[in-house]
């Protein structure tokens, strides 16, 4: 058989002649009522699976946020569609999972087709051979686009064996369904394109090349014997093996790890991922519940629960949890999956709310497990399907908060924080001490200032840190800023509080603050802590208190590029001290405020571009010093630290110098190079373009 060029093909496709097939050829009455019967078997089954599911679901509490459904039908295309937030990381395994998924679509969408095409035949009185819609120049697109995509699933499984078969001891879990799931998956593509094949040898169809790999396998199968005369028993028998597999791959979906296609689809465009949020906890709940925090499953919310049906095991938070490849007993996934397997063990009851759910802390979640947690958000940033071990870990720890159920330094540090408001317990009258011998303007001595410079208490109250502080105001008063600080009147911003579970403990203290600022009409704040400006600017909005928050490095940045602060390039060469140098990027600044560039600006301003040595893992993707989640609390020995292995890169680099932007980064990387390698200074990057600033002497104040 000859085949015809591409325009005679378009030509017969829309000509007289109708380029179409038979739907149900060689499927005899019988056999399509037993195939109806089956797939609404299978579909029952689903849907029963499916309402089980979200009974359980509807166990947990109703979500306080709003679901935008316009950006949900956007995040639909952006997230799922794309298949973007699963590219991101494990990039190859990305591209094969997303191949598999457009396949899958594609097929599931073309036997949707199929089915309307049946359905309107039926209404219409139409024949076989006489279709509505499945003829033309739409048939031959829909044939070429079903066998393409149909390669694309095909390609898509045997990866995924393959990985399966040689990664055993990776981080993705393993189930026995697993297997099942994606050896049915092949065996559906495999005997779909055979059934293919076998119908273009039984069918007279114009142009079956339209169809080519089937139109490749009744060529082989021609080669087997397979001819005319034979085909029909052959066609229909295999016919029945795709569609019972067919049958039960829907039929399996909500039992298996396929649910993650419902749950995580409903997960990723129902919720955002705002790393560094918390939800609230209202004294109306602790009076109607009599405890804060989580228990039990049905204390978690609603988008919780479906979010653990939308976890699939790939282990990517695993890889990049600190507190894991510290050693410690924290694996974000087995926290989400032994949530999972508790909610998998559960009867829902009649009643909305009520389960016969036991308690999660202890056998399901250790105590230990949960204190491991940096907060650093790196699962919750990784993770493809929306999932976020953070919050589930912080509202658990709530509750152990609430029972008692923390001892010991960081117990005392929380104390402190109440008492004397910092976490160190020292006096309030001396939190000013590290301005003596400045003339820095407080909002009392200087009542116009525009922006707020928001201190800390690592600055207020640590030496080290304290030459942050006044490096800062150093820039500050020679660019000119109208800036002024709270003084003695600040207090903890009760960010550690809230991360470690006590959140009335960060509730009294960010009310005492937002008091403050609404007092000072403050509108704009600087601060050269990740941590208090996440607070501040995510944490403090749920109780009034909405500012315009800026890094310390945002600002410094736009003051050089404004020629408002200008660099003595001989200020270093004097210095001797034009070696390389590194940057560590803080969890709360690069990952959970996207804050990356401007430290990098200031210091290709200070050094040069040529003296920047990147760490593997930088940006978003930077690894965490240890010190977030309250462990900056916790009397670790050094070499027991979250974070080790990013002291061990820093010194991997080879550079002279280490550059940080963040108190906490400062304390717990200058002890482990303390340690490892003393050789190496650590500065922040305020102390840097201090030191080689120029100084014109005291700028007339004007106007940001």
Known sequence: MMVEEPASVLALAVGNEPLTREVFGNIDSVSKVLFYCLATLSVVIFGWGIWRRVRLWRMGRPSKAKVDWRAALRGFWAKVMTQHTVRRSRRRAGIIHALMFWGFSVLFVGTILIGIEEYASLILGRGAHDPVIHKGLYFAIYEVALD????????????????????????????ALDWVVILSFLAIGVTGYFVEGLRIIREATPHPELSFVGFGVSKLLGGLGVNEANVDPVHLALWWVHA??????????????????????????????????????????????????????????????????????CGRCEDVCPAFEAGKPLSPRDVVQGLHQAMDALSPRSGEGESDAPGLHGEVIGAETLWSCTSCSACTEVCPLAVDPVRLIVDMRRFLIGEGGLSGPPAAALQKMQRSGNPWGLAKQDRFDWAEGLEVPTVVTNPGFEVLYWIGCAASYDRRAQKVARAVVKLLEIAGVNYATLGPEERCNGESARRMGDEFLFQELAGHNVETLARYEVRKVITHCPHCLNSLKKDYPQFGGDYEVMHHTQLLSQLVLDGRLKVDSEAELREGKRGRITYHDPCYLARVNGISEEPRRLIEAVRGPEALVEMERNRSGTACCGAGGGRMWFDDALDERVGGSRVSEVIETGAQTVAVSCPFCLTMVGDGLAAKAPHMEVVDIAELLAEVIEEPGRSESTSM
């Open 244 to 313: 019972l597999l067919v049958f039960g791959i829907i039929a399996a979906f909500p039992y298996t790890r396929l649910l993650h296609v419902i749950a995580g689809v409903i997960n990723l465009v129902s919720t955002g991922k705002h790393l560094g949020q918390l939800e609230p906890v209202t004294l109306e709940e602790l009076e109607e519940t009599g405890k804060v925090g989580v228990e039990r499953l049905e204390d978690l919310t609603r988008q919780q629960l479906l979010s653990l049906d939308a976890c699939v095991s």
């Open 148 to 175: 393409l995509f149909g390669l694309f699933f095909l390609v898509g499984c045997l990866w995924f064996i393959r990985r399966r078969l040689r990664a055993a001891k990776t981080s993705i879990g393993h189930n």
